[in-house]
């Protein structure tokens, strides 16, 4: 690994420990191997938002080319949120890819992140199903990611409907993930979602 | 749609330095710096923002923002020519070389050596002093190494102590890492220092001798001129006289002489006879000095003329003698005297040449003895 990257990451991974946010536990990084390549990140889910409360783990790869190249980033716990996939986790962040700087650091990466989540873009969507619903019927973009984040993230809100909907279709054999992404995606309306799960 | 956005102000926008949100289009990417700098610090303002240390060659931009000049070229060719912390376009001629901070960094690394890591840290096994040549820039390598080799130490140890104890009179050697540096560094202040103090002194010394050579000359010019003989060479003998019949008012004076280093000052003065117009003046004057005040006035001596001539055979000698009634041996009133002493008609041009009293450059020389009797 080119030896500006490795220098970079160790100063600022000091940085990250020194932070504020470290004492506010609002993020966190840690080594993943011994290289500096793999790191992995954890953000808070921002106050009066869906996330609140929720603890989300990030996938952190530094190029070698970093700082001159943004790091790859993915969410590795599961979100209902317009500009991450609920799927695999990508983020559509403009910093990580045209308007990446190399004063940029991975702080402020993650601080970036945070941001996304209390303010996200529907225009500008990674998953268009989430955005849609996110512009089109707000109030159940919200439970739905409050739910997401009590499943995944430790957050606290539950919704009993929607865990008693996840069970009629866990019933028919579907896996407890596809059967919420499917609910979530229409709305939580079983009928249609069975009919996409079977169809 | 009521979103309630404004929420992430009470917690995230508390630092001054939140995060950019997306694509609002101008995102001030300065406030993304570092609250706190680094260890080993690089002052926020010689930090390159690029490899987040102390700036390697600094280049400032037009927007006034300073990396590493390696950093930002390698930021232009491999990502965009915009600047990294404002996105400020920027083309070759929008980059400068920043020597003054270049300077600025280069004293703080004088002062403060400890500040400054080297460029790459390099982490020793901690038997190097017996020489185990284990090196590596990951602390964790060297204390596995540490852990799996520690049958080789104890050799090296052994085989080191056995060494030692037939040489414990030799001075210990020094570790020759970091105290080394420390010396060397120390040593090259304490020479530049020394070499710039004696680069002074040199320059001092140099001015001094400069201003007493002057002060030699000076002496020995004024040495020659405090004997009581004035030699005056008058040059451009024709040239000098057409002058005169061109305009008969002109004089010339010679040079000005004592009679001894604290006697009476003098000059002689030529011109052009008023009666023959064809015949030399020759006169002298007194000239005031700072030794009028303890002379005694009016001046009592003996004036020899001598014109030389090119044969000293044909030498012409005249001795005149003081007298006490006459102005010209008054103190001066002026700084020459307006009276003058000596022959109105001293010699005729024709004869001064024919005679031979011009020499081959054109030059006729008269000598002025005063002798105070």
């Known amino acids: ?199 | 749609m009521n979103r309630t956005v404004s929420a992430e102000e009470s917690t995230i926008s508390q630092d001054s330095d939140s995060p950019p949100k997306k694509k609002t289009g101008e995102i001030k990417k300065e406030a993304l710096r570092p609250v706190k700098s680094l260890e080993p610090v690089a002052q926020d303002n010689y930090e390159c923002s690029i490899c987040l240390s102390w700036l390697k060659e600094p280049v400032v931009t037009k927007c006034g923002h300073r990396f590493c000049k390696i950093c930002l070229e390698e930021w232009r060719t491999k990502k965009n020519s915009k600047c990294p912390l404002d996105d400020m376009n920027l083309s070759v001629d929008d980059i400068f070389p920043d020597n003054y901070t270049k300077r600025e960094i280069e004293n703080m690394r004088r002062s403060f050596p400890d500040q400054f890591e080297p460029p790459n840290q390099i982490f020793e096994c901690r038997f190097s002093t017996i020489s185990c040549d284990f090196k590596s820039s990951d602390p964790q390598e060297v204390e596995n190494h540490m852990k799996n080799e520690y049958k080789e130490h104890i050799d090296m140890l052994l085989s080191s102590h056995l060494k030692s104890q037939y040489h414990t009179w030799e001075p210990s050697e020094k570790s020759p890492t970091e105290t080394a540096n420390k010396v060397t560094l120390f040593q090259q202040q304490t020479t530049r220092e020394l070499i710039n103090a004696m680069y002074e002194r040199i320059v001092v010394l140099e001015q001094q001798n400069r201003e007493q050579e002057l002060k030699i000359a000076k002496l020995e010019q004024l040495e020659t001129k405090r004997n009581g003989i004035l030699v005056w060479k008058f040059e451009d003998f024709r040239k000098k006289f057409e002058t005169m019949q061109l305009n008969p008012q002109t004089m010339y004076y010679s040079s000005e002489c004592y009679t001894d280093p604290n006697g009476y000052k003098f000059c002689a003065r030529i011109n052009l006879s008023q009666k023959e117009k064809d015949c030399l003046s020759f006169h002298i004057h007194l000239m005031r000095s700072d030794n009028d005040y303890h002379l005694s006035w009016p001046f009592i001596g003996r004036i020899k003329i001598t014109m030389i001539n090119k044969d000293p055979t044909f030498n012409q000698t005249d001795i005149l003698m003081s007298k006490p009634e006459i102005k010209a041996f008054h103190r001066p009133p002026e700084d020459i005297s307006p009276r003058g002493f000596g022959f109105t008609e001293y010699a005729f041009i024709n004869e001064i040449i024919k005679r031979g009293f011009i020499d081959n450059n054109d030059c006729l020389t008269i000598k002025i003895e005063m002798n105070i009797v």
Request: proline share 7%.
């Open chain 1, 1 to 199: 690994m080119a030896n500006m990257a490795v220098s970079r990451i160790k100063r600022e991974f000091k940085e990250v420990l020194r932070s504020e946010e470290i004492a506010q536990c609002s993020i966190k990084l840690e080594l993943v191997n011994d290289c500096f390549t793999e790191l992995r990140g954890e953000i808070a889910g921002p106050p009066d938002t869906p996330y609140e409360f929720g603890t989300f783990l990030l996938e952190i790869h530094v190029p070698e080319t970093y700082p001159f190249n943004p790091p790859k980033v993915k969410f590795l716990t599961k979100i209902w949120h317009p500009n991450i996939s609920s799927v695999t986790g990508a983020i559509c962040l403009d910093i990580l890819k045209d308007n990446w700087a190399a004063a940029m650091t991975l702080r402020t990466v993650l601080l970036s992140l945070q941001a996304l989540l209390a303010s996200p873009e529907p225009d500008d969507p990674q998953d268009a199903v989430v955005a849609s619903q996110y512009k089109e019927n707000f109030e159940m973009f919200c439970r739905t990611a409050k739910h997401w984040t009590n499943s995944y993230a430790k957050g606290p809100h539950k919704f009993p409907d929607f865990d008693t909907k996840i069970q009629r279709l866990k019933d028919m054999g579907v896996s407890e993930f596809d059967a919420r992404a499917a609910l979530s995606r229409h709305n939580w309306d079983l009928n249609r979602a069975t009919e996409q799960l079977f169809s």
